[in-house]
């Protein structure tokens, strides 16, 4: 890593919302902690900070993605970089999640899986309510 800005991901909020990934951001949002062993991809910036808020004590050799949607080549791009990390899926409990997680694991049988409990869509709810 060089430790120069590669991109950034904007969300907006309000009455109109948007959301962008900027140009060159093939690697997404991303939290780099301590010496990483293992990469989680999210599908968005708050559920990645909502994730770490909840496991900030058990986060300490990681990094956190944030893949700005459903966005499969972020997860190429990082595991190209550094294949000797475990990675691991923390998407939606929707529909879109989880067919992503079943096109990933179709592709690749070492990606692993870590969602908030059931009951909840995603790590910003899961968060909320507990």
């Not at 301590?34 to 900070?49: K, Q, R, V, W």
């Not at 909840?54 to 970089?81: A, C, P």
Request: aromatic residues 12%; charged residues 25%; proline residues 4%.
């Amino acid at each position: 890593w060089n430790e120069q800005p590669i991109g950034a991901e904007i969300v907006g909020t309000g009455d109109t919302r948007f959301k962008n990934v900027t140009e060159h951001s093939g690697y997404g949002f991303h939290m780099i902690l301590g010496e990483p062993t293992e990469a989680l991809y999210f599908e968005s910036a708050i559920d990645l900070l909502s994730c770490y808020q909840i496991y900030q004590d058990r986060l300490t050799h990681h990094i956190l993605v944030s893949m700005g949607g459903l966005n499969s080549s972020v997860v190429t791009e990082l595991k190209k970089k550094k294949p000797n990390l475990t990675h691991w899926l923390c998407v939606d409990n929707d529909t879109a999640g989880n067919k992503f997680i079943y096109q990933r694991k179709s592709e690749d049988t070492s990606m692993k899986l870590f969602q908030p409990p059931r009951q909840y869509k995603d790590w910003n709810e899961y968060l909320l309510k507990k």
